[in-house]
């Protein structure tokens, strides 16, 4: 299978943890994107990259929260500091341009 | 900046009848439009888009959509519905600037009925 995969799947961590979150695009898309979803809401965009480059971060994205893309492939987002208002499933999808995103299955990110 | 409205948060129906799931969306440039269907517990598929071209475009699982840009809408239509196409459906649109970032909807729960 050679979609967006992500990992974990689920991660349940105690308030004040650190928590990363990785993420692998198809491999020919240049573009990719983290989104947020809350229960009952659509996605909520965070942050988006074109290779390596992070172009657009949204007012959403605290400085808790970082976005790495090393060398244009994978992806990291790491929260610092939780709280329990990050509780969410955190999206990612890759792009190769105009033609629609597609998505990973998630995290599912729980602060207790 | 694009906003996307859609209408119903819920659709109950019975299976093998017709479904119409309804999206308004708004913005000051021209627009790309997708839906995406999501099952429990899992990521979103694309169902369709609308680029460019014929207004009327076909996705999978035998679901389709019409533009219309006068009236600003972009819903999703299906003929006949299976259980199988009980799930969240998120319409959502991009338009202006180049990262074609994605504004999503709130969502619609369809729901088939046996």
């Known amino acids: 299978d050679t979609g967006v995969s992500q990992n974990p799947r689920h991660k349940i961590t105690k308030r004040g943890q650190n928590v990363t979150f990785r993420c692998d695009p198809i491999?020919?898309?240049?573009?990719l994107y983290w989104y947020r979803q809350t229960l009952g809401q659509g996605p909520e965009f965070l942050t988006y990259?074109?290779?390596?480059?992070?172009?657009?971060k949204s007012r959403l994205l605290s400085d808790r929260f970082s976005a790495e893309r090393p060398k244009g492939s994978f992806s990291t987002l790491e929260i610092q500091r939780t709280e329990q208002g990050d509780s969410a499933m955190y999206l990612c999808?890759?792009?190769?341009?105009?033609?629609?995103?597609?998505f990973g299955p998630g995290t599912r990110l729980t602060v207790t | 900046a694009q906003s996307v409205t859609q209408l119903d948060s819920q659709v109950p129906v019975f299976e093998e009848a017709p479904v119409e799931l309804r999206c308004n969306y708004s913005?000051?440039?021209?627009?790309?439009l997708f839906w995406y269907v999501q099952y429990p517990n899992q990521g979103l598929q694309l169902l369709l888009k609308?680029?460019?071209?014929?207004?009327l475009v076909k996705g999978i699982n035998g679901f389709e959509a019409e533009f219309n840009k006068s009236q600003t809408s972009f819903h999703l239509r299906k003929p006949s519905v299976h259980i199988s196409d009980t799930a969240e459906y998120f319409c959502?649109?991009?338009?202006?600037?180049?990262?074609?970032?994605?504004?999503f909807g709130k969502g619609t729960l369809l729901t088939v009925n046996p």
């Open positions: 999808a890759s792009s190769p341009g105009t033609g629609g995103q597609y």
């Open positions: 491999s020919e898309h240049n573009r």
């Open positions: 990259f074109q290779n390596e480059a992070q172009l657009e």
């Open positions: 913005s000051s440039v021209s627009v790309y």
């Open positions: 609308y680029l460019s071209g014929s207004t």
């Open positions: 959502a649109v991009t338009g202006g600037g180049s990262n074609y970032k994605l504004t």
